[in-house]
């Protein structure tokens, strides 16, 4: 769904041959036509139905608006859905290359290749899951470094060739969430103490992944993409920490000015 759009200041020229209430209409109908094209456009790009404006002074106001949006809400979401096809080209070369090889020798269909590797899914017994739960070891260190993704994530086997179903990160936050064993051991690593917390970080996270044209990804990616995301802020934080104390230790804002034996005017601390 796209959150945002764009107003120009030329076309809201318009707006100084209007009354105000001409132009609360106008805006209102602004916002309906934006709902109208994430309805019509999310998630894949198709043909935009008729959007009836029933007064006649706002349909001419929004005329040059309704072109412009249509034009730009177009853009906007095939370049999403192309994101969303590199994201799942990507999750295919890394857990099945063989299918992954055949997709752009196009000797298969991308939907075809992630059903044959939906196909080879393992679906281990629950007694094996059983086992698998009492075998996972918490982390021994609040350390990032000391963590394994197989660690931090139960239930996901470490055979390369397991397919994992792309999902919405919204989806994927809300079962990264929802994993109380995962949950927990974050709050130790992160030294935070509950899900709003965590649920915030994620949030930046996501910002950081659309900023990157990334919308969809497996649990286990999401997972280390995240736990690599989080190292990788507090290396950054520690970097701009030291600076600022090396800064302060050259350049300190307070210090003890007064007068030497000698009548000089000295620092003295």
């Known amino acids: 769904m796209k959150k945002f759009f764009i107003l120009y200041n ?8 209007l009354t105000d209430e001409q132009a609360g209409k106008l805006f209102k109908t602004i916002r309906a036509y934006q709902q109208h094209l994430n309805n019509h456009l999310d998630p894949q790009p198709q043909e935009i139905p008729p ?18 949006f249509n034009r730009e809400a177009k853009q906007w979401h095939q370049s999403a859905v ?3 096809k590199k994201g799942r080209m990507g999750n295919l070369k890394r857990w ?21 590797a939906r196909s080879k899914k393992a679906r281990p017994s629950k007694g094996k899951e059983t086992k698998k739960e009492e075998n996972i070891a918490e982390p021994a260190h609040n350390s990032m470094e000391s963590i394994s993704i197989d660690q931090i994530v139960p239930y996901i086997p470490k055979k390369r060739n397991t397919y994992w179903e792309i999902k919405p990160i919204e989806a994927l936050k809300e079962e990264y969430l929802s994993n109380e064993r995962l949950t927990q051991v974050m709050f130790k690593i992160l030294n935070i103490n509950d899900k709003q917390q965590l649920s915030k970080l994620l949030c930046q996270f996501h910002e950081h992944l659309e900023s990157q044209g990334e919308y969809e990804k497996d ?3 999401y997972c280390s993409h995240f736990k690599n995301w989080i190292r990788k802020r507090k290396q950054e934080e520690a970097v701009e920490k030291q600076k600022k104390t090396e800064e302060q230790a050259q ?4 210090r003890t000015f007064g007068m030497n034996e000698h009548g000089q005017a000295v620092y003295l601390d």
Request: charged share 35%.
């Open 10 to 17: 030329d076309m809201l020229e318009v707006l100084d041959e």
């Open 51 to 68: 959007f009836p404006v029933d007064d006649f002074v706002t349909r001419i106001a929004f005329a040059s608006f309704k072109a412009q």
């Open 82 to 84: 192309n994101n969303r």
């Open 96 to 116: 099945h290359p063989e299918l992954y090889n055949k997709v752009v020798a196009q000797e298969l269909s991308l939907e075809e290749a992630e059903e044959e």
């Open 219 to 221: 649990i286990r990616d």
């Open 251 to 254: 350049y300190p804002r307070y």
